[in-house]
């Protein structure tokens, strides 16, 4: 959707790109109406503050192009009160506000900013992010205290060893709180030096209770990812950009692990990426119903999981669930 409410054009060309914003509305309250849900629960959604927002966009309008010559569009490229507005009407209960930084002297500043909003966005999960250095064990404790709720780590954008000592308190305290942390480590849609399974796998040897959730399934790594969730229990995998038209093109799910997928259905939890995506939110969710896993396994995911994760209500005040 452009600034002036009209749907730019998709570039993958999926059935979902034709809806207008009130279509799409109503399309994505059909979906969730479907499966007498409440509504949706979105563990990755980007809050962040206008000036590193826009720093965001400017990097993917400079990309050009990802893989194969696909482009990369900002659907809801909109103001943070017109963007709020749109997933509330979308039906999303629950969001965050994944913020990340990519150098030293970031976190901190980012934490405070992403405290401010939550305190004015209720229906906001208080998002902190961290970075290995000096200091990090501190204001990871005073994020954790002052009640945020879900971490986001950036392995890829901030360039580092998810297994740096630095961080090694800071995950022990993240692991003692039970507070979930969004880490985006897979090597997709780029790899860094320190992306892949292996280097999360050495956190997770330190701290197996550590309550990661493994963003994008881990793209292009799915089976690898998998793999870490069924050998830790507190590990789960978010849905971002995962089977849409525009991520199969590049890094297409392997389909015999759906039944693996499946069999891990009460750990993987509705991400879309939004507002940052190339394509209609609708479209996120109509990529997950066309897997054919059943009503079951998207009520868990779209809300369910969630739900439990962040101790939400399950029901809303007419009765409707996930269960």
Avoid at 175 to 192: F, K, L, M, Y
Avoid at 217 to 239: K, M
Wanted: glycine letters at 10%.
């Amino acid at each position: 959707m452009t600034v002036d409410g009209t749907r730019e054009t998709s570039v993958d060309g999926n059935a979902d790109a034709g809806l207008d914003g009130d279509g799409e509305v109503a399309e994505v309250r059909r979906f969730w109406t479907r499966l007498g849900l409440p509504g949706l629960v979105d563990v990755h959604t980007h809050f962040m503050p206008e000036r590193v927002l826009r720093k965001v966009w400017a990097y993917f309008d400079a990309v050009g192009s990802v893989g194969d010559g696909v482009e990369w569009p900002i659907t809801y490229r909109l103001e943070e009160d017109e963007r709020l507005a749109l997933i509330r009407e979308f039906g999303v209960l629950a969001f965050t506000a994944m913020l990340y930084p990519h150098k030293a002297g970031m976190a901190r500043w980012l934490n405070q900013w992403a405290a401010d909003f939550a305190g004015r966005t209720p229906d906001c999960l208080h998002t902190s992010t961290l970075f290995p250095e000096p200091g990090v064990e501190a204001y990871v404790r005073e994020a954790i205290e002052s009640g945020a709720r879900v971490f986001k780590a950036h392995v890829q954008v901030g360039a580092y060893d998810p297994a740096d000592e630095l961080l090694d308190p800071a995950w022990g305290l993240l692991a003692e709180a039970g507070t979930p942390v969004v880490i985006h480590c897979g090597s997709g849609p780029a790899p860094g030096k320190h992306t892949g399974p292996e280097p999360i796998g050495r956190v997770l040897a330190r701290h197996p209770l550590l309550r990661l959730v493994v963003a994008h399934l881990g793209l292009p790594e799915y089976e690898d990812f998998l793999g870490l969730a069924e050998r830790y229990d507190e590990v789960r995998l978010d849905t971002t950009m995962a089977f849409t038209d525009f991520t199969e093109r590049m890094a297409p799910f392997p389909r015999p692990e759906l039944p693996r997928l499946a069999d891990l259905g009460d750990r993987v939890l509705l991400g879309s990426d939004f507002p940052n995506i190339p394509y209609p939110y609708v479209h996120q969710l109509h990529a997950l119903e066309r897997l054919g896993l059943g009503d079951d396994w998207l009520r868990a995911v779209c809300h369910g999981n969630g739900a439990r994760l962040f101790g939400l209500p399950e029901t809303d005040e007419e009765g409707l669930t996930s269960a």
